[in-house]
C-alpha cells in the first residue's frame, strides 16, 4: 500500500536553531513529490515539487532534497513566523492525479 | 492573479441534509481536485476532474459526488451528512496535475 510517513510529528525550536524534518515515501513509481506549508485555518500553500533523486530546491531559510526513499525539508536559522504544519505528498505515476499526504509536522519556533 | 476560490468558507448542517461546496480554480487550470481535512485521518483525496471529466476517484462512499463545468469551476456534493462528515473541505487547481494551488477550503459542521 502506498504509503507517506513525516517525522516527528511535532517539533518546538529555538529561533535561530536549525533542523530537518523527514518525509519517508513508500510508492511504486514516484512521478513527484510535493512539499506544502500549512497555517491554522487556511490551505496549504505550495512550496517546492521535487522529481528524481538528488534534487534539491531552496527558498529562503527551506532546502527541500530527495533520494530514493525519503526527503528531507532543512530549516535554517527559523524565526517565528515559519512556525506552521509542514506537509509532503507524493504523486505516482499509476494514479496521475491522486496525491497521497503525510500527516505532517508541526513546528514551532520560540523567539 | 486570482487564486482559488472556495465558497462558503464556513457551513452548518444537520445529520440527514445534503450540501453542495463550489470551487473556482485559477484561470486557465483545468485540474481541479477535492480533499477533505480531519485532525484524525489528515488531507485525503476525494476526487481530480479535468476537462469536465473525473479522472480519478478516492476511497469514499457514493454520498460523495462532484462535477466541473465548462469554464472548469467545480462543484462537490454531500448527500445524506453524518456527524463524522465534519471537516475542512479543500478544492486545489493545477494546469495539468502537477503544482496544485490550494484554496482556503469550507469548513463543514453537521450537527
Known amino acids: 500500500e502506498d504509503q507517506v510517513t513525516q517525522s516527528p510529528e511535532a517539533l518546538r525550536l529555538q529561533e535561530g536553531e536549525s533542523s530537518s524534518l523527514n518525509c519517508s515515501y513508500t510508492v511504486s513509481g514516484l512521478r513527484g513529490l510535493f512539499w506544502y506549508r500549512q497555517d491554522p485555518g487556511k490551505g496549504p500553500e505550495f512550496l517546492f515539487t521535487?522529481?528524481?533523486a538528488g534534487e534539491e530546491k531552496e527558498k529562503e531559510r527551506l532546502k527541500a532534497t530527495l533520494t530514493k526513499k525519503e526527503s528531507f525539508l532543512h530549516i535554517t536559522a527559523p524565526k517565528p513566523e515559519d512556525s506552521a504544519t509542514y506537509l509532503c505528498?507524493?504523486?505516482?505515476?499509476?494514479?496521475?492525479?491522486?496525491?497521497?499526504f503525510g500527516s505532517g509536522t508541526r513546528l514551532s519556533i520560540r523567539p | 492573479k486570482a487564486g482559488v476560490t472556495q465558497t462558503p468558507r464556513y457551513l452548518i448542517k444537520t445529520r440527514g441534509q445534503q450540501v453542495t461546496l463550489s470551487c473556482s480554480p485559477i484561470?486557465?487550470?483545468?485540474?481541479v481536485s477535492w480533499y477533505q481535512q480531519t485532525p484524525g485521518q489528515g488531507l485525503q483525496f476525494l476526487f481530480e476532474?479535468?476537462?469536465?471529466?473525473?479522472?480519478n476517484k478516492g476511497n469514499f462512499p457514493g454520498r460523495f459526488s462532484g462535477r466541473q463545468f465548462s469554464n472548469s469551476r467545480s462543484e462537490m456534493n454531500v448527500s445524506t451528512l453524518e456527524l463524522g462528515d465534519s471537516a475542512l473541505y479543500l478544492c486545489a487547481s493545477s494546469p495539468e496535475s502537477d503544482g496544485y494551488t490550494f484554496g482556503s477550503g469550507t469548513r463543514l459542521t453537521v450537527v
Open positions: 521535487l522529481y528524481s
Open positions: 476532474y479535468f476537462s469536465e471529466t473525473q479522472r
Open positions: 505528498a507524493v504523486i505516482e505515476y499509476s494514479s496521475a492525479s491522486k496525491i497521497i
Open positions: 484561470s486557465g487550470h483545468r485540474s
